[in-house]
């Protein structure tokens, strides 16, 4: 029988900045602004009993966790299939919700990696998160 694939070089990986990757990379940035007292961590929910799965594949919370107290925000979920977008932000504090303007019942969702970083933008600027990370840094001392 013959090869039904086709060549390798047909299969191509995705080339764009996963979005567990980027909250990632803003994660490494809050902790340099802030001398690691505050830091934000990616729990990888893929695979957990604790996560309906039904509709997504890859499911990872975002929590600002404080390095010297025992804290830790869950501030969101994100969620996503195998072809990455669109991302949908489950769990959202309500807090942001409200302050990113958000009112539908639905959850927000990115379209793409642009439309992603510029609601990730948004939630991270809302005074609700700079009053968490606000708090921490408060109790650090």
Same mark, same amino acid.
């Given at each position: @029988?013959? #090869?039904?694939?086709?060549?390798?070089?047909?299969?191509?990986?995705?080339?764009?900045?996963?979005?567990? !990757? %980027? /909250?990632?990379?803003?994660?490494?940035? /809050?902790?340099?602004?802030?001398?690691?007292?505050?830091?934000?961590?990616?729990?990888?929910?893929? $695979?957990?009993?604790?996560?309906?799965?039904?509709? =997504?594949?890859?499911?990872?919370?975002?929590? +600002?966790?404080?390095?010297?107290?025992?804290?830790?925000? =869950? *501030? @969101?979920?994100?969620?996503?299939? %195998? !072809? +990455?977008?669109?991302?949908? %932000?489950?769990? *959202?504090? !309500?807090?942001?919700?409200?302050?990113?303007?958000?009112?539908?019942?639905?959850?927000? *969702?990115?379209? #793409?990696?642009?439309?992603? #970083?510029?609601?990730?933008?948004? +939630? /991270?600027?809302?005074?609700?998160? =700079?009053?968490? +990370?606000? $708090?921490? /840094?408060?109790?650090?001392?």
């Amino acid at each position: @029988m013959a #090869n039904l694939w086709g060549k390798a070089e047909d299969f191509k990986a995705v080339d764009i900045p996963t979005p567990k !990757s %980027i /909250l990632e990379e803003q994660a490494e940035y /809050l902790r340099e602004a802030t001398n690691g007292d505050v830091y934000a961590e990616v729990s990888d929910l893929s $695979g957990s009993a604790s996560w309906n799965f039904e509709k =997504r594949e890859f499911a990872y919370s975002f929590y +600002i966790c404080a390095a010297k107290v025992k804290y830790k925000f =869950r *501030l @969101m979920t994100i969620t996503h299939d %195998i !072809s +990455i977008y669109p991302v949908t %932000i489950d769990e *959202l504090d !309500s807090e942001v919700r409200n302050g990113i303007g958000w009112t539908k019942p639905t959850n927000p *969702l990115a379209n #793409n990696q642009e439309d992603f #970083n510029s609601l990730l933008g948004k +939630i /991270l600027k809302t005074d609700r998160v =700079r009053k968490v +990370i606000g $708090g921490i /840094l408060g109790l650090s001392k």
